[in-house]
């Protein structure tokens, strides 16, 4: 594969946005002396994305993966024109030495070159360290309601591709494509992630690469074919077990019921080796809008079909993100809005179940709030990188580091 070298943004983003720690992650304030982490002292959080900023109207749907080194990479799609999902879109990538209190300059990952490169889903190979990046694209003239439609040729629609850097997220491989492995004939929409991947860590699939994922499937023939029935969308899973050379097609869930519509994706690995996963439900009929199931073979197949999440009905219809923290008494983390009618109040809620049941945990604050992911820092930190703001869910793109030890009682 050629090699891309990571492009600057420019002097001006870096002094806007590099900036010290921020106390409040909305307000950046001066930092501090270092502790013996090397985290600036009362560093809570900092931004590192903001709207209109390094040429970006907007910038949205974050991911987060902590490097072998310990640098915290945070994603996000950098969109020209606006905060809508269609037209010039690249990935960008910021790095932060230290813990996500100050970043590096702001850099494109994947370049859209006008068109939309985005649903960024990164992970670490645990084997050699590489940084797997997999990410979707689609024409910029392609919006999602065309796609359902089949109203797009192939070239210009959905198709998939994997990037990998391995000199700690400095530069990327120039994406590969392998829409053909992944995605079935007849699928029309297909989006990666977003949020980060997983590296299965034990089991007899440690070292598998598992990237969740979700698609539409075309009516069935003689159906009516308006392409717009959120019943035929469905959650399935992306595999590797050459630390992202290759990849197949895992888990797919197809049951198309209309009763729980698997969307957006998110997965942890539990203690016992089982994969857990979370997924926005897009308009089921079923109460509440999220929806969960399991894997016992590393993501090959599920115990049983998505089924309603009831311990997580205050959560609105979005993206949210998903991490496993501690050893075999740890915390299963969920991080999404938490109003249910509307993307306000950001807010993390915690298992210790195996997901079976969710314990609203800690409300980040009362501001708008979308997309979400959650990275581990230390043995005592977590972080959380989400969009955020005041009048809109949209404005920033912010990173909060959050102390595992508030994550354990209930929610304030």
């Not at 994305?49 to 080194?69: D, E, H, K, L, Q």
Request: hydrophobic share 35%; proline share 8%.
């Amino acid at each position: 594969m050629g090699r891309v070298t990571v492009k600057s943004f420019g002097l001006l983003v870096l002094l806007l946005l590099v900036g010290p720690c921020a106390a409040d992650p909305g307000r950046p304030g001066p930092a501090g002396a270092r502790g013996p982490t090397g985290v600036p002292a009362g560093c809570r959080g900092s931004v590192p994305y903001a709207a209109g900023a390094g040429g970006y109207a907007s910038y949205r749907i974050p991911a987060a993966v902590r490097t072998r080194a310990g640098t915290v990479l945070a994603f996000a799609e950098g969109r020209r024109s606006g905060a809508g999902d269609t037209g010039a879109i690249d990935i960008v990538v910021r790095r932060s030495e230290d813990g996500g209190c100050t970043w590096g300059p702001p850099a494109v990952a994947a370049d859209g070159r006008g068109d939309t490169r985005g649903n960024p889903a990164p992970v670490v190979d645990p084997r050699s360290g590489d940084v797997v990046l997999l990410s979707s694209y689609n024409g910029a003239e392609a919006t999602e309601r065309r796609i359902l439609r089949g109203e797009v040729p192939a070239a210009r629609g959905r198709r998939v591709f994997v990037q990998r850097s391995s000199d700690d997220g400095r530069t990327f491989s120039a994406p590969r494509e392998i829409t053909a492995r992944v995605k079935k004939p007849g699928w029309r929409w297909y989006a990666t992630g977003p949020g980060h991947a997983l590296a299965l860590t034990r089991g007899p699939h440690a070292g598998r690469l598992v990237v969740p994922a979700d698609h539409s499937a075309a009516p069935p023939a003689g159906s009516a074919d308006t392409g717009e029935e959120p019943r035929y969308y469905g959650a399935h899973a992306l595999l590797s077990d050459d630390g992202g050379r290759t990849w197949s097609l895992g888990l797919v869930d197809d049951t198309y019921d209309g009763f729980v519509n698997a969307n957006e994706t998110a997965v942890a690995q539990l203690p016992d080796g089982r994969l857990y996963f979370s997924s926005r439900d897009q308009m089921g009929t079923s109460p509440g809008n999220r929806a969960d199931a399991t894997s016992g073979d590393g993501g090959r197949s599920l115990d049983r079909p998505f089924a309603p999440q009831h311990a997580l009905d205050r959560v609105p219809v979005v993206q949210g993100g998903l991490l496993y923290v501690g050893g075999r008494d740890g915390l299963l983390l969920f991080s999404a809005p938490s109003v249910p009618t509307a993307r306000e109040e950001p807010a993390l809620w915690s298992s210790g179940d195996g997901g079976r049941t969710f314990t609203k945990a800690l409300t980040v604050d009362r501001r708008k709030a979308g997309y979400s992911d959650l990275v581990p820092l230390d043995a005592a930190t977590v972080g959380l990188l989400y969009e955020t703001g005041t009048r809109s869910p949209y404005e920033t793109v912010e990173f909060r580091r959050i102390p595992s030890a508030t994550l354990t009682g209930t929610a304030r």
